[in-house]
């Protein structure tokens, strides 16, 4: 009776002044190993991790973000290999939606080995900053980056532009989502279409639902029952995330990540050559202020420019060398190989790294957050099980590659108003 009492007592805390100092979330038989406790500091924390699925509005630097024409002529686009200038390969070449849009491997290759692994596209839409690099302040300029990266689609404006003007049903679909005909306008403002197409297909693709999510928001209402069914080992992994291992730091929000940049200590060099380095934020930030598809230029279909204010501020610093952005541990599982030179081939690699971190391997103006965790072999364990929490309990869904659209014929209704309604 008093056990029941003070389940009843530590979720009304929860819910509502805060004031009671832990919470019991567990099973209650006899013969289970003891509950796992939460302060009401680490409630709080669990609980900033959502809710899921975030909010989200089209971006208001590419006018065709969330329009259902755009999304189908970026999907159709996306896996069109006619793009690269052999012919070969297409962005779904490396993105494959089977693999969470990645590709499963270290390192994938277009017309050449590319010299780090291929991050995954879901939920591009909630970031801010884009590639591992930072080199891109937008979705849409960064898709445009590897239709014209020599190692991947090794493309150029005038190739995409002739391509879309002589096929007559890709020349028809532009001019839907435009409003204006690729014939009528110069190569490079084509291409730049083309960019801003395929970014409103990326963006349609969110991750759903996952366990973590049902135990964080029944902790939320008090569902002591549901909050239950939560892994014992994950609730155990859950208290290291945001305890001892100090992964919350970084790992923030919803998204789990706070989408900056950071050392690690994974290597600088590209398959251990040390003639070939991997500056990573250091050399990105040069990228993106040299780039006149930057939110500063000519493209960005904000008026107000007031979305190209991170980009004004934004500069190379020499702590930034070996930075790479901090990804998303939503569908974690499903991701691997891991680090942005996709070195580690497990989550457990992952744990490992960060348990036994050498800290002569961050540079001297690095990250001093960082510390061995000197985890044992039980935390590390409990730490991939909640983990993998993060992930849908399926493979991510996807309309397909088949399309059953009719021709498109201007001024009627296009299938794509009903394929991709919400």
Same mark, same amino acid.
């Given at each position: 009776?008093?056990?029941?009492?003070?389940?009843?007592?530590?979720?009304? #805390?929860? !819910?509502?002044?805060?004031?009671?100092?832990?919470?019991?979330?567990?099973?209650?038989?006899? +013969?289970?190993? *003891?509950?796992?406790?939460?302060?009401?500091?680490?409630?709080?924390?669990?609980?900033?991790?959502?809710?899921?699925?975030?909010?989200?509005?089209?971006?208001?630097?590419?006018?065709?973000?969330?329009?259902? &024409?755009?999304?189908?002529?970026?999907?159709?686009?996306?896996?069109?290999?006619?793009?690269?200038?052999?012919? +070969?390969?297409?962005?779904?070449?490396?993105?494959?939606?089977?693999?969470?849009?990645?590709?499963?491997?270290?390192?994938?290759?277009?017309?050449?080995?590319?010299? *780090?692994?291929?991050?995954?596209?879901?939920?591009?839409?909630?970031?801010?900053?884009?590639?591992?690099?930072?080199?891109?302040?937008?979705?849409?300029?960064?898709?445009?980056?590897?239709?014209?990266?020599?190692?991947?689609?090794?493309? +150029?404006?005038?190739?995409?532009?002739?391509?879309? *003007?002589?096929?007559?049903?890709?020349?028809?679909?532009?001019?839907?989502?435009? @409003?204006?005909?690729?014939?009528?306008?110069?190569?490079?403002?084509?291409?730049? @279409?083309? @960019?801003?197409?395929?970014?409103?297909?990326?963006?349609?693709?969110?991750?759903?639902?996952?366990?973590?999510?049902?135990?964080?928001?029944?902790?939320?209402?008090?569902?002591?029952?549901?909050?239950?069914?939560?892994?014992? %080992?994950?609730?155990? #992994?859950?208290?290291?995330?945001?305890?001892? @291992? +100090?992964?919350?730091?970084?790992?923030?929000?919803?998204?789990?990540?706070?989408?900056?940049?950071?050392?690690?200590?994974?290597?600088?060099?590209?398959?251990?050559?040390?003639?070939?380095?991997?500056?990573?934020?250091?050399?990105?930030?040069?990228?993106?202020?040299?780039?006149?598809?930057?939110?500063? #230029?000519?493209?960005?279909?904000?008026?107000?420019?007031?979305?190209?204010?991170?980009?004004?501020?934004?500069?190379?610093?020499?702590?930034?060398?070996?930075?790479?952005?901090?990804?998303?541990?939503?569908?974690? #599982?499903?991701?691997?190989?891991?680090? &942005?030179?996709? %070195?580690?081939?497990?989550?457990?690699?992952?744990?490992?790294?960060?348990?036994?971190?050498?800290?002569?391997?961050?540079?001297?103006?690095?990250?001093?957050? !960082?510390?061995?965790?000197?985890?044992?072999?039980?935390?590390?364990?409990?730490?991939?099980?909640?983990?993998?929490?993060?992930?849908?309990?399926?493979?991510?869904?996807?309309?397909?590659?088949?399309?059953?659209?009719?021709?498109?014929?201007?001024?009627?209704?296009?299938?794509?108003?009903?394929?991709?309604?919400?």
């Amino acid at each position: 009776m008093k056990k029941s009492r003070a389940w009843k007592v530590l979720w009304g #805390g929860v !819910l509502t002044a805060g004031v009671c100092v832990s919470s019991l979330i567990g099973v209650t038989q006899a +013969n289970e190993p *003891r509950v796992v406790e939460f302060t009401q500091a680490e409630i709080s924390r669990i609980l900033s991790h959502g809710p899921w699925p975030m909010s989200w509005t089209p971006d208001v630097t590419n006018r065709v973000s969330g329009n259902t &024409h755009a999304v189908d002529l970026g999907e159709r686009l996306f896996f069109d290999e006619k793009l690269s200038v052999k012919e +070969n390969v297409s962005c779904g070449t490396c993105h494959i939606a089977e693999y969470n849009w990645t590709d499963g491997v270290k390192r994938n290759k277009g017309q050449a080995m590319v010299d *780090r692994n291929t991050p995954t596209l879901m939920n591009m839409r909630h970031h801010r900053w884009f590639a591992l690099d930072g080199a891109a302040d937008s979705l849409w300029a960064q898709s445009m980056r590897p239709i014209v990266d020599p190692r991947e689609l090794a493309s +150029n404006a005038a190739h995409v532009a002739q391509y879309l *003007r002589r096929d007559a049903d890709l020349s028809c679909r532009y001019e839907k989502t435009f @409003g204006v005909s690729p014939a009528k306008q110069d190569d490079e403002a084509v291409l730049v @279409g083309v @960019g801003k197409v395929m970014a409103a297909f990326q963006e349609t693709l969110v991750t759903e639902f996952t366990p973590f999510d049902t135990f964080r928001d029944a902790l939320a209402r008090g569902d002591r029952a549901t909050a239950a069914l939560y892994p014992r %080992e994950a609730r155990r #992994g859950l208290k290291i995330f945001i305890g001892k @291992g +100090n992964c919350s730091t970084c790992h923030t929000g919803p998204m789990f990540t706070n989408g900056e940049f950071h050392d690690i200590g994974v290597s600088h060099f590209i398959d251990g050559d040390s003639k070939k380095v991997d500056g990573g934020r250091h050399d990105g930030i040069k990228k993106l202020t040299a780039s006149k598809f930057n939110l500063l #230029g000519p493209y960005n279909d904000d008026a107000t420019r007031a979305s190209a204010t991170k980009t004004t501020h934004v500069k190379p610093e020499h702590r930034n060398f070996g930075e790479f952005k901090v990804p998303s541990l939503r569908n974690v #599982g499903y991701t691997g190989p891991y680090m &942005h030179s996709g %070195e580690m081939l497990s989550l457990n690699d992952v744990v490992r790294h960060y348990s036994e971190l050498n800290v002569d391997r961050l540079h001297a103006d690095g990250e001093s957050l !960082l510390k061995p965790l000197k985890l044992t072999a039980q935390e590390s364990a409990d730490l991939v099980a909640f983990l993998q929490t993060l992930n849908m309990d399926r493979a991510p869904p996807w309309r397909g590659k088949e399309y059953a659209h009719p021709p498109c014929l201007l001024g009627a209704k296009s299938a794509a108003d009903a394929h991709y309604a919400p």
